[in-house]
Nanobody
Framework: QVQLVESGGGWVQPGGSLRLSCAAS????????MSWYRQAPGKERELVAR????????NYADSVKGRFTISRDNANDTVYLQMNSLKPEDTAVYYC??????????WGQGTQVTVSS
């Protein structure tokens, strides 16, 4: 079955960096685009970044452009989110996600990122 397992979250001071990882299994990873979403308390889940199957195409939310970088390792079925210059407003649960079959979206369990002094 499809599994997405995130790791790398934690607490960091403003201006700091974190690198999230998402290990995928149960599908042909290299055939599918991958995304990172986040959900802050009291807010709706939002798309943070997306990367195409081959890794060439990348899209970012305006709020993270220039600070976050999405990447993938198709040999190891893993997608990453490098987060630099973190701000308190980046505090959220971050989810790895993919859309399979054109209509079924799968989610990981999420990893908490907290940015505070």
């Amino acid at each position: 079955q499809v599994q997405l397992v995130e790791s790398g979250g934690g607490w960091v001071q403003p201006g700091g960096s974190l690198r999230l990882s998402c290990a995928a299994s149960g599908f042909t990873f290299s055939n599918y685009a991958m995304s990172w979403y986040r959900q802050a308390p009291g807010k709706e889940r939002e798309l943070v970044a997306r990367i195409t199957s081959g890794g060439v195409g990348r899209n970012y939310a305006d709020s993270v452009k220039g600070r976050f970088t999405i990447s993938r390792d198709n040999a190891n079925d893993t997608v990453y989110l490098q987060m630099n210059s973190l701000k308190p407003e980046d505090t959220a649960v971050y989810y790895c996600s993919t859309l399979l079959g054109g209509y079924t979206r799968y989610w990981g369990q999420g990893t908490q990122v907290t940015v505070s002094s």
